[in-house]
C-alpha cells in the first residue's frame, strides 16, 4: 500500500525493491521478505537505489527469479566476486541467511578452487594437508571466534607454497618421499623469505607422516622490535585520544586499545558491545579471559560509540542476529576493516607500531606473562619473548648509565 506522506524517493526504492525481489508471479519472494522491509526502510533510500542498480542488484534479481532456496552453499558455487560477497552480506545483515564465519568459508572455497587442477599425483599430497591440517586447525579456531582475515591469509600461503614445492619438484624430476637435506636446502635459498617461512608446515606435516625423512627448515629468528616512542610523546599521544574531541570517536578509542593495552587494531574491530560491562566498582572490558578496569575518560568514550555508533551501514542488523561490534563495519554485522582504521590513525598522528611496542614494554615490565596473556590476550609465549627483552632493555641501561659514571 502506497502510503502519500512517504517521500517520493522512498516510494520509488519501495516499489523497486518489491519489483526486483518478486517472482514470476509478481509477489515477492516470501524468503526475501526481511530483506525488502529492511530494504523500505533504510535511512538512505537513495543509497538503496544506488545498490540495487549496482551489480549487485542483478544478482538478486537472478536469485529471486530462481526457483531454488537461497542458501550459503547455493552463493559458494557462484564467482566469488564483488558483486556475490555484498548480496551475501546483505543476505546475512537481513537474517536471510545465517551468520557463519566467512573468512573461514572463503579458506574453503578457495582450497577447492586451487586444487582443482593440480595433477593426481600432486593432489594425493595436498588435499590431506590441506584438509587434515590446515582446514581441520582452521575449523578448530573458528569455533572458538577466533579465527580472523590475517589467519586465512596465512593458511592460504601455506597452501600455496605447499603447491609450488610440489611444482618444483616435479621440474627438477624429484621425489617427495626421496628428498634429501640438501636438495631442500636449495629449494630454500632460491625460495622468497615469505615462502620460506610457510613452508615449514608442509614439511613438518610430512614428517610427522613419514611422507619426508627427518628433514629440517631452519626457524628464520624474529626481528627484535625495533621502532618505539618515549614515554613523554608515548603519553601525549595517549592523552589526545582520550582528551582531544576533534578527533573522530572511534580513533579516539582505537588509539587508546593500543597505548594502553597493546592491542593490535586486527584485535580492536572485533571487540563487541558485549565485551564491556559497568558494575558499581566501575567499568570494565574483556580482551580475553580477565575483565580489565577500564580509566573513567576511556570508558565514558566507549558508552557514547555504543550508544551513538559511527557506522557507515545502509542496512542496520535485525535484533538478534548476532553480535553487535563496537567499530561496525559497512554491514552491521561484520566489524569495519582494521586496515582503514589503521590508516585513520596513522593520518591523524597516531601511529600503530611504535605505539604497541612501548606498551607491550611497559605491559610486561609490570606484569608476569602468564597474566599479560589472561589479560590481554597475549600468547604466553609472545609475553615471554618481550618480558626476556624488557629485561635485556633494563640491563643494557643500566650497564650503559655505569659506563658514563
Not at 566501575?282 to 565514558?300: E, M, N, Q
Amino acid at each position: 500500500m502506497i502510503v502519500s506522506s512517504l517521500p517520493r524517493v522512498r516510494r520509488f526504492a519501495r516499489d523497486r525493491a518489491h519489483d526486483l525481489l518478486s517472482g514470476e508471479d509478481l509477489q515477492l519472494v516470501p524468503q526475501l521478505v526481511p530483506l525488502a522491509e529492511a530494504l523500505i526502510s533504510a535511512v538512505s533510500p537513495r543509497s538503496v537505489l544506488n545498490w540495487l542498480s549496482r551489480s549487485g542488484g542483478q544478482l538478486l534479481v537472478s536469485l529471486a527469479a530462481g526457483r531454488a532456496e537461497i542458501t550459503h552453499d547455493l552463493l559458494d558455487d557462484l564467482p566469488q566476486d564483488h558483486d556475490t560477497r555484498a548480496v551475501r552480506n546483505i543476505l546475512v545483515t537481513t537474517q536471510v541467511l545465517p551468520i557463519r564465519n566467512e573468512f573461514f568459508a572463503r579458506l574453503e572455497i578457495w582450497i577447492r578452487q586451487v586444487l582443482a587442477p593440480l595433477p593426481a599425483h600432486q593432489l594425493r599430497i595436498i588435499r590431506p594437508f590441506a584438509e587434515w591440517s590446515i582446514v581441520r586447525d582452521a575449523r578448530r579456531r573458528s569455533l572458538r571466534g577466533r579465527y580472523l582475515e590475517s589467519a586465512a591469509g596465512v593458511d592460504r600461503a601455506k597452501i600455496r607454497t605447499a603447491i609450488e614445492f610440489m611444482a618444483w619438484l616435479d621440474a627438477n624430476d624429484l621425489v617427495l618421499v626421496d628428498l634429501t637435506q640438501p636438495q631442500l636446502e636449495l629449494w630454500l635459498v632460491t625460495a622468497p623469505q615469505a615462502r620460506r617461512k610457510a613452508i615449514g608446515a608442509f614439511i613438518r606435516w610430512t614428517n610427522a607422516r613419514r611422507l619426508t625423512h627427518r628433514l629440517e627448515v631452519p626457524v628464520q629468528p624474529r626481528a627484535q622490535p625495533s621502532v618505539f616512542h618515549d614515554d613523554d610523546e608515548h603519553q601525549d599521544q595517549l592523552l589526545r585520544c582520550l582528551t582531544d574531541q576533534d578527533l573522530p570517536l572511534d580513533v579516539r578509542i582505537a588509539g587508546a586499545f593500543v597505548r594502553l593495552y597493546a592491542l593490535p587494531v586486527t584485535r580492536t574491530v572485533h571487540l563487541t558491545t558485549g565485551c564491556f560491562q559497568r558494575d558499581q566498582d566501575g567499568a570494565y572490558i574483556t580482551f580475553d579471559k580477565v575483565p580489565v578496569l577500564l580509566p573513567p575518560t576511556l570508558a565514558r568514550l566507549i558508552e557514547e560509540q555504543i550508544a551513538r555508533p559511527l557506522t557507515r551501514s545502509v542496512l542496520q542488523p535485525a535484533p538478534g542476529s548476532g553480535p553487535v561490534f563496537l567499530f561496525p563495519g559497512p554491514l552491521g554485522h561484520q566489524p569495519r576493516r582494521p586496515h582503514g582504521l589503521t590508516m585513520q590513525l596513522l593520518e591523524r598522528g597516531l601511529p600503530t607500531l611504535a605505539a604497541h611496542n612501548t606498551a607491550m614494554i611497559a605491559i610486561v615490565a609490570d606484569l608476569p606473562p602468564i597474566v599479560a596473556s589472561d589479560l590481554f590476550g597475549i600468547h604466553v609465549s609472545t609475553a615471554i619473548e618481550w618480558a626476556a627483552l624488557a629485561q635485556d632493555s633494563w640491563a643494557d641501561y643500566l650497564a650503559a648509565r655505569k659506563a658514563t659514571e
